[in-house]
């Protein structure tokens, strides 16, 4: 998942990361629940990360009553099935585009707007199992967050490095 782009037509995205979210479900012979879905939209409505509680204001937004236990099974559901990660510093959680992807969480953060985008580099994922390695020890989840600028906070500074 990159920064989105000016044009970027988020309606379209957010279809498509129900579509893949759908498809992994079925794919795990999990059921994604109306309330599990509902969860999984909001956390795609924006492209930064958004909290728990946040996500029970926007039920509520939309009329369902929903208790914090609630949100905090889908989002454990859905964390599970690897649709969404967990931004430790933000305290929130993003979208996954790559559902059914084995991959290392390396999320990139905007330190001005807030926005965040995925990276999904082998190479890093590979470069850490080794490195862990060397000192006998065993990677079985990593997450990377990496603050900075997004491409537009950049262009908005004037930052051309």
């Known amino acids: 998942m990159a920064f989105p782009a000016a044009l970027h037509d988020h309606s379209a995205c957010i279809h498509a990361a129900l579509d893949a979210a759908e498809a992994e479900c079925r794919r795990r012979g999990a059921r994604l629940t109306d309330i599990r879905r509902i969860v999984l939209e909001l956390v795609w409505e924006s492209h930064r990360p958004v909290g728990a509680y946040a996500l029970l204001e926007s039920l509520g937004r939309l009329g369902r009553s929903a208790a914090p236990p609630t949100v905090y099974r889908a989002l454990d559901f859905l964390l599970a099935h690897g649709l969404i990660h967990r931004v430790a510093s933000r305290n929130g959680f993003i979208g996954c585009p790559h559902p059914g992807h084995a991959h290392g969480g390396q999320i990139l953060l905007c330190a001005q707007c807030g926005m965040a985008a995925e ?43």
């Open 119 to 161: 990276l999904d580099d082998p190479a890093l994922d590979r470069e850490i199992a080794l490195s862990a390695a060397r000192l006998g020890f065993s990677v079985s989840h990593q997450t990377i967050e990496v603050e900075g600028l997004c491409p537009t906070c950049r262009a908005q500074a004037g930052d051309t490095a």
